[in-house]
């Protein structure tokens, strides 16, 4: 048996990535075409022999419980292991009171069941690779109450703008959790992922609860930060967040860069997905693709620049896709110049020959959308 299990929360009220949040969750967002958002902190625990793990979902679940299914493909021990999907009674859309306190309130006959000592916490929103048995051997030896992870930055002007910060003295002490308001650029952007006890995660839910329904795990701890050891540690590696739309298009497109990639992908760390039997990609006479990630059963006859084309998309012959990416069952007709998109799954592009968006300011075509 594990020290720890693991829960995998939803993103907060905070967190809007326009349009695209109405159809799925974050976790359930389509990632470099083969992936969703939600593989890596589950692979992220399963490579780390954590085997037990509860799924947080409150609104449009049905994307991302398809997906996860039993849990089987992340590798989770068939013996012992489960994942688990709850649920939030709370699901109107930016209700106040809907938060992960809230949601665990809710579940609370669900860790009755669990004999692990720790529980990690972790983002559903969140692109990044952690050994989290290192992270928790690190909170033991330490004796802090609670241990943070954190990712410093020297962009927090500008991006990481809806993420929280830690303010953390010489000895990796939390001071305090702040919101990241882009006033420096030098910031250390927290994580959203915890260890603790189980025992004291399960005090701190109630004390929050108690104290004000609209409280989050991160407001209590931060209230915590003079009573109880909060101690930081840092992460090394690829860190991308997804909480807003450009960060998404950014966080996708940062990865054809070959440095990156091996910044986040590991030969010893697999990232688990559900898969398919699709054939492989076909490309046609007179095809062109540079810089691009392709997932299986495309058919390309066109151009494709610097690109993620997600599964089983047609990109017509003369049809030139630029710094776009394409989700799923997408088709780009004859002649049609896409550039700086992100096109929702199913959406077919016919008739619109010439769709163009600002670099700065990408556009969005709906999920099954026609033009």
């Known amino acids: 048996m594990s020290k ?11 967190i809007q ?15 470099l075409g ?32 398809e997906h996860l299914g039993t849990g089987r493909h992340y590798n989770i021990n068939s013996k012992r292991g489960k994942l688990n999907v709850l649920f939030s009674d709370n699901n ?20 009755d069941e ?32 609670i241990t943070l992870m954190y990712h410093s930055v020297d962009n927090a002007k500008d991006h990481f703008l809806n993420c929280q910060t830690l303010d953390i003295n010489k000895q990796k002490g939390v001071l305090s959790i702040e919101p990241n308001h882009g006033n420096t650029k030098n910031r250390n952007i927290f994580m959203d992922t915890y260890v603790m006890k189980k025992d004291l995660f399960l005090e701190l839910v109630q004390k929050a609860h108690k104290l004000s329904s609209m409280y989050t795990l991160a407001d209590i701890v931060n209230e915590m930060c003079g009573e109880m050891d909060v101690r930081a540690i840092p992460h090394r590696g690829y860190f991308a967040t997804i909480t807003d739309f450009n960060s998404y298009f950014e966080a996708n497109l940062d990865l054809l860069n ?11 760390w697999p990232i688990y997905t559900r898969t398919n039997d699709s054939c492989p990609t076909h490309y046609f006479s007179g095809s062109n693709v540079t810089s691009s990630v392709i997932s299986n059963g495309c058919q390309i006859e066109g151009t494709v620049e610097n690109s993620v084309i997600g599964r089983g998309c047609v990109i017509k012959e003369g049809a030139v896709v630029k710094n776009c990416v394409v989700n799923a069952d997408v088709v780009i ?17 016919i008739r619109g020959k010439r769709v163009i968006a600002a670099p700065e300011k990408p556009g969005y075509i709906k999920r099954g959308d026609r033009l």
């Open 4 to 14: 720890a299990f693991g829960i995998i929360n939803f993103a907060g009220n905070h």
């Open 17 to 31: 990535v326009n349009s695209m949040q109405a159809y799925r969750p974050i976790g359930a967002f389509s990632f």
């Open 34 to 65: 083969r992936y969703r958002v939600i593989d890596f902190p589950i692979s992220n625990m399963s490579n780390s022999g954590i085997d037990v793990m509860q799924v947080y979902v409150r609104r449009k679940p049905r994307s991302l419980v």
């Open 92 to 111: 109107n859309e930016n209700n106040v009171y809907d938060t992960d306190i809230a949601a665990y309130m809710e579940n609370l006959d669900c860790f």
């Open 114 to 145: 669990i004999d692990s000592e720790y529980v990690v916490i972790v983002p559903s929103y969140m692109v990044y690779t952690s050994n989290y048995n290192t992270f928790l051997q690190a909170h033991i030896e330490s004796g802090a109450d």
């Open 258 to 268: 070959l440095k990156k990639a091996t910044d986040l992908f590991h030969d010893n």
């Open 333 to 349: 007709g004859k002649g049609v110049h896409a550039e700086n998109l992100v096109i929702d799954k199913h959406a077919r592009l």
